[in-house]
């Protein structure tokens, strides 16, 4: 399909169309081909102007603590309410053969065969924080599709990968009624930034369950609003980060969940925060893009790509210190490249 047929099909496409249309665009973006990066780029500028209505919700969490799972009773709540969900699931990338499984649609059987919702995994490639390079991309993709609610799925995370956060509109954190003791759940990173934190399998031991949410509670009231301890907490205007019990697997709270999410989306739009976010959200992707293609410039510099065979054998030989090869390398990059004689 070309990149015109692309846009036609995602912007009024039947639901068929549609949905190969979005997968075809998202591949493109993928693709790190130069020529399939100029299609992307302006194939996602003429999709803009159709993008930006959605909700954005990040969804992160431990592996094993049940994302897909109530990704899935979610999406199916949603739809129930006449919405359209979208899930963008990230898979890690093997360290040794660079291969994922991208297996995430197998478990939400019911929601990703529904035509309403639409499921894509991608590898995560290296990238670090828990999501894909072109993850905010797809989002746009699937926002321009008419999709009411987007849902950013990260790979089992630790307590530093939150780079869903700076994407979404909404970052919820998966926990498990035993993920530890006061003092773990007092830890910054992720817990910190927490818009919303889940326990699930509550139904596996309720008291388990009431004593996390006690104690994560106390510890969201400890750390402050996201670090400013200037929000006060009685402050109605804003939004204090809340805690809720759910069972996914039976559907319990799902209902109370996707009520404090409305309330967010409510207190958010009318202080002005969630456009300042998405404002800042865009001004971070642009600097990461400049990055990302800083480093690639680098790596194709006639210049860089003579020195560096050598300067790693020197480094791994232990016979230049590896600041003092990238020191070379910088200044092989700065100078004009030579012309071919």
């Not at 530093?160 to 006061?182: H, K, R, W, Y």
């Not at 910054?188 to 104690?215: C, F, H, P, S, W």
């Not at 300067?311 to 590896?322: E, F, K, M, P």
């Not at 092989?332 to 490249?337: K, L, R």
């Amino acid at each position: 399909m070309t990149p015109a047929a692309l846009f036609d099909g995602i912007v009024q496409g039947t639901a068929a169309v549609q949905r190969r249309a979005m997968s075809k665009t998202i591949t493109l973006l993928e693709s790190t081909r130069t020529d399939h990066r100029a299609q992307g780029d302006a194939l996602l500028t003429a999709l803009l102007p159709h993008t930006g209505k959605a909700f954005r919700l990040g969804i992160s969490g431990v592996p094993g603590v049940g994302k897909s799972t109530f990704i899935e009773a979610l999406g199916l709540y949603l739809i129930g309410q006449g919405r359209r969900v979208a899930v963008l699931t990230i898979d890690p990338s093997s360290t040794v053969s660079g291969g994922s499984i991208l297996g995430d649609k197998t478990r939400m059987e019911h929601l990703s065969v529904h035509e309403k919702a639409y499921i894509r995994p991608s590898p995560s490639g290296g990238t670090l924080g828990g999501v894909a390079e072109k993850t905010r991309e797809a989002m746009l993709v699937c926002e321009a599709a008419g999709y009411d609610v987007v849902i950013v799925e990260t790979v089992g995370v630790g307590q530093s990968e939150i780079a869903v956060a700076g994407m979404t509109d909404m970052f919820v954190l998966l926990q498990l009624p035993n993920a530890g003791d006061d003092l773990q759940a007092i830890k910054k990173g992720v817990m910190e930034i927490a818009d919303l934190v889940v326990i699930n399998k509550a139904d596996l031991d309720k008291n388990a369950a009431t004593r996390a949410e006690a104690q994560i509670t106390s510890s969201l009231r400890l750390l402050g609003q996201h670090g400013n301890p200037e929000n006060a907490h009685h402050d109605t205007h804003l939004w204090h980060p809340k805690v809720v019990q759910i069972s996914a697997l039976l559907g319990q709270g799902v209902d109370a969940f996707w009520a404090a999410v409305t309330q967010f989306r409510q207190l958010q739009t009318a202080n002005g925060r969630l456009a300042a976010r998405r404002e800042k959200q865009a001004l971070a992707w642009m600097w990461e893009r400049i990055d990302a293609g800083l480093k690639q410039a680098f790596r194709q510099h006639p210049q860089v790509r003579a020195l560096l065979p050598q300067l790693q054998a020197d480094v791994a030989a232990g016979r230049i210190a590896a600041s003092t090869a990238a020191r070379n390398l910088l200044l092989a990059q700065s100078q004009p490249a030579q012309a071919a004689i």
